[in-house]
């Protein structure tokens, strides 16, 4: 009989979870997606083979459910900080540098594209978890924008444009190098959208 992890079957469950979630993170951090298999994943993880069937079918929905628990992560400890501000623009600053503190936990080894090696209704699944992100994204602006804060633009467009800049190289692991980046970063987001130059930047965290 398979060990019970925690006090409850409940709480064995969500720890099985963890830790199969803690080993794609650390595997894909070595290799790309498709290169890694379930075994692989129990292993790591120190979890029997078999068991893991009983969590996840196949390891793109063990993909999708990793996704899935690094964004609402993600998402609760970006509200609580943009909380903490309500300038819309300087909600703006909280949600770049908090984009940008994603590049260690989010970097991924190279390999072919998450979009090459997931299924269609995987891919459908990933965009509506960006789609959640970007949606905070688009209520800063339209605040700002009725602030008068940045004129008004097509958030259809800039949107995007806003999280490819983001997203397009990680950030330096070393200081000053990283803080140097996100300020530059940060500064030409701010320009980008059209923020008004007399905004003091916020200090560097």
């Known amino acids: 009989m398979p060990k019970i992890l ?13 830790a199969l979630f803690a080993a794609l993170s650390s595997l894909m951090s070595e290799r790309g997606f498709d290169a890694i298999s379930l075994a692989d994943i129990a292993a790591r993880a120190g979890i029997g083979r ?84 970007e949606s905070l994204l688009r209520d800063i602006l339209t605040r700002a924008i009725e602030a008068g804060d940045i004129p008004e633009q097509d958030l259809d467009a800039v949107v995007p444009l806003v999280h490819s800049c983001l997203s397009g190289r990680p950030a330096p692991l070393e200081e000053p190098e990283r803080s140097a980046f996100a300020e530059t970063t940060e500064a030409f987001v701010l320009r980008a ?8 930047p916020a200090p560097v965290a």
């Open 6 to 18: 925690g006090s409850s079957l409940a709480e064995h469950r969500e720890r099985t979870r963890d």
């Open 50 to 133: 078999t068991a893991v069937y009983n969590h996840f079918p196949d390891k793109e929905t063990l993909l999708l459910a990793f996704i899935e628990h690094e964004t609402a992560a993600y998402l609760a400890g970006l509200q609580d900080s943009l909380a903490q501000v309500s300038a819309p623009v300087e909600q703006l600053r909280v949600y770049v540098r908090q984009q940008l503190s994603l590049a260690p936990s989010y970097h991924f080894a190279p390999g072919p594209d998450l979009r090459q090696v997931v299924s269609h209704e995987g891919l459908r699944n990933l965009r509506a978890h960006v789609a959640e992100v």
């Open 193 to 200: 959208v059209g923020a008004s130059a007399a905004v003091e």
